[in-house]
């Protein structure tokens, strides 16, 4: 059974920065890839960054230069280094596993091609 747990959310001003983490287990697949999205309150869940197995990245634009996304295999965990970060970066933000692997360019995935979700982990940036 898969099960995703992200956790590492919190309140910061902005500018802050934070670490989230998403330990994954159930499933040895290979390739595949983790993505994390995000969904702000009467927003659609959107796509933030993805990370393929073999370390190749993808980001939003709105977060390129900013956010970090990387993985350590040896403990099936992905994070999301999340720098300089603005009142619009408040979410919640989720990780998903995509069982293959995804383009590291062009658009992020759409979240209604996921079937596996954690639990969300929420970060708040005031101002």
């Known amino acids: 059974q898969v099960q995703l747990v992200e956790s590492g959310g919190g309140s910061v001003q902005a500018g802050g920065s934070l670490r989230l983490s998403c330990a994954a287990s159930?499933?040895?697949?290979?390739?595949?890839?983790m993505v994390w999205f995000r969904q702000a309150p009467g927003k659609e869940r959107e796509g933030v960054a993805l990370i393929n197995s073999d370390g190749s990245t993808n980001y939003a634009d709105s977060v390129k230069g900013r956010f970090t996304i990387s993985q350590d295999n040896a403990k099936n965990t992905v994070y999301l280094h999340m720098n300089s970060l603005k009142p619009e970066d408040t979410a919640m933000y989720y990780c998903?596993?995509?069982?293959?692997?995804?383009?590291?360019?062009?658009?992020?995935?759409?979240?209604?091609?996921?079937?596996?979700w954690g639990q969300g982990t929420q970060v708040t940036v005031s101002s």
């Open positions: 159930g499933f040895t697949y290979s390739p595949r890839c």
């Open positions: 998903a596993v995509w069982l293959g692997t995804l383009p590291d360019r062009g658009p992020l995935p759409a979240p209604r091609d996921f079937g596996y």
